[in-house]
């Protein structure tokens, strides 16, 4: 191979091509200033980078959290209205079918038919039935009990009147 | 290139504090070497001076991952190739082989008439630009670089049989138009 390009010789190892005066002076120095440019573009496009992906990241997050929690609280919404529906319908109770039943004590009657909150109220009334003999008692519970159930069923006609 | 030369600005290098001053040492070392290398590949002076300044910039953002394994010249050497080999693709994308080489003369013609009017190195100048890209630069890299073939294997990524080869074809070629030409 040496003997090959012995028959180059006459070429030399010389180049047609000139270059500008200072170049290999300047270029040390604006090759190292554009590098750390670079470097730093390279260094806030990363840093970029990673803060879209921790935002994108965090929206995906607050949307999906968005699209389960209707469906967590429509369950337990559902069941409020399902217990809201239940009082609406009334069951109504034969007058007889009442009446028949009516061998509650006065105790167990004032209370059912009072509200737990009124407590104070029944009490009062407690000291004034306590004079009161069985027969009025239950002469008044069932009064008290025919009205009661008269005004239901009034209302009921006119409802669906 | 003294491997102590070598060895001072690879400590540089390492060092966060000294990486500019070794930096600016091993452009100051390479890069007459580097740019008349590119130079020969590319031809336009403004093509080799972005290379150039491409493939240091490469060599900076990449200083601290440089291990050593290698000489610090094949891995600069290697770098400003593939650089090369980049500029070749996205000129081909853009211009057909002919056009790309008809403006290669006339660059060759324009520069030489300024400066050189030695018409046996613009003619042999001339054949070495006929050659495909690999056998030019395996070509550039044995005769004017004077590397060993297993320097330019590691610079090529190539066996050194393959190269032996290239640099044979691509010399009977340079001869025969050289015979054609005269």
């Known amino acids: 191979m040496i003997d090959q390009e012995s028959k180059f010789n006459k070429f030399g190892k010389e180049l047609p091509y000139t270059v500008p005066t200072d170049f290999f002076d300047q270029l040390p120095a604006k090759t190292l200033l554009l590098a750390k440019e670079r470097m730093d573009k390279r260094r806030k496009n990363r840093w970029f980078i990673r803060t879209l992906a921790v935002l994108t990241t965090a929206a995906a997050a607050v949307l999906l959290f968005i699209v389960i929690s209707p469906l967590n609280e429509r369950q337990p919404g559902s069941i409020l209205l399902s217990k809201q ?77 | 290139m003294s491997q102590q030369t070598e060895a001072e600005i690879l400590a540089l290098i390492q060092n966060p504090n000294t990486r500019d001053t070794g930096f600016l040492l091993l452009m100051n070392t390479y890069q007459k070497q580097l740019y008349w290398h590119i130079r020969r590949l590319v031809v336009s002076h403004e093509d080799a001076q972005d290379i150039l300044q491409e493939t240091f910039i490469l060599v900076y953002s990449h200083l601290a991952s440089f291990k050593g394994e290698s000489a610090i010249y094949t891995w600069l050497y290697r770098i400003a190739t593939n650089e090369c080999n980049r500029h070749f693709r996205h000129t081909n994308f853009r211009r057909q082989r002919e056009e790309l080489l008809s403006d290669t003369t006339a660059e060759l013609a324009a520069d030489t008439a300024l400066e050189n009017s030695d018409q046996i190195l613009l003619k042999f100048q001339h054949a070495i630009q006929q050659l495909p890209n690999k056998q030019r630069m395996v070509f550039n890299l044995r005769y004017y670089d004077e590397l060993s073939y297993e320097d330019i294997a590691q610079i090529l990524q190539t066996s050194v049989g393959t190269l032996r080869t290239s640099y044979h074809f691509a010399f009977e070629k340079i001869k025969q138009y050289l015979a054609d030409h005269d």
């Open chain 1, 85 to 161: 529906k239940l009082p609406i319908e009334k069951v109504i109770v034969p007058k007889a079918q009442f009446k028949s039943s009516v061998q509650l004590t006065n105790a167990e009657v004032v209370q059912k038919n009072k509200p737990s909150t009124e407590l104070t109220e029944t009490e009062n009334i407690d000291d004034l039935l306590r004079h009161l003999s069985d027969e009025d008692l239950a002469q008044l519970t069932a009064m008290y009990g025919a009205e009661d159930m008269e005004n239901d069923i009034s209302q009921e006609t006119i409802n669906i009147n």
